[in-house]
């Protein structure tokens, strides 16, 4: 296979899931993220199980850097429940307390700067809006099961939930 074909191929995923978005506007029901899922993101989150892509918070104080950025203002301009640091991402579940697209660009740009590695973040980033109670039980557990889920051992991730969460149902 020549090395433009290899390039044309890799780039088919993303070109239908551009199509996809386009044929598929929000706000979505159940049942259409339900297929995104299926189709896109479920692959992405194998691959990020798998270790695959930078690694850089599988240091210990890379993820220290970021866990006090993220706690930073947890109060005043956010309201964290619970997130995970990963080597290769991030799932946080918090309430904004400010334009979210501020705050996500106040932590990576933090976060950057005092890593000293240069751009270091995808430039956009992957939200969901909690639709209930049931739903905000089901992100909750992902986080906390995502080390295990990417057979993570300890010390190679963070985890952090807010003290009255900690007790609460897996």
């Known amino acids: 296979m020549s090395a433009g074909n290899s390039v044309?191929?890799?780039?088919a995923p993303f070109r239908l899931r551009i199509?996809?978005?386009?044929?598929?506007?929000?706000?979505?029901t159940l049942e259409i993220g339900?297929?995104?899922h299926r189709n896109f993101s479920a692959k992405l989150e194998r691959w990020l199980d798998q270790?695959?892509?930078?690694?850089?918070?599988?240091?210990?104080?890379?993820?220290?850097v970021l866990a006090e950025c993220?706690?930073?203002f947890d109060g005043e301009r956010v309201r964290?429940?619970?997130?995970?640091?990963?080597?290769?991402?991030?799932?946080l579940l918090f309430s904004p307390m400010m334009p979210m697209a501020k705050l996500v660009q106040a932590w990576k740009g933090h976060t950057a700067r005092v890593l000293g590695l240069g751009p270091i973040w995808q430039?956009?980033?992957?939200?969901?809006?909690?639709?209930?109670?049931?739903?905000?039980?089901?992100?909750?557990?992902?986080i906390r099961r995502n080390p295990l889920k990417a057979k993570l051992a300890e010390g190679r991730f963070t985890l952090w939930?807010?003290?009255?969460?900690?007790?609460?149902?897996?």
């Open 161 to 170: 939930e807010r003290k009255e969460r900690r007790h609460s149902d897996d």
């Open 70 to 72: 993220l706690m930073r």
């Open 19 to 28: 199509k996809w978005l386009a044929a598929h506007p929000r706000p979505w």
């Open 80 to 91: 964290h429940e619970a997130w995970v640091i990963m080597p290769n991402h991030v799932h």
């Open 34 to 36: 339900a297929e995104y």
């Open 8 to 11: 044309q191929n890799e780039r």
């Open 51 to 64: 270790g695959m892509g930078s690694c850089l918070f599988a240091d210990p104080e890379a993820r220290q």
């Open 123 to 142: 430039r956009d980033y992957h939200d969901t809006m909690i639709r209930d109670a049931n739903h905000y039980a089901n992100v909750l557990r992902y």
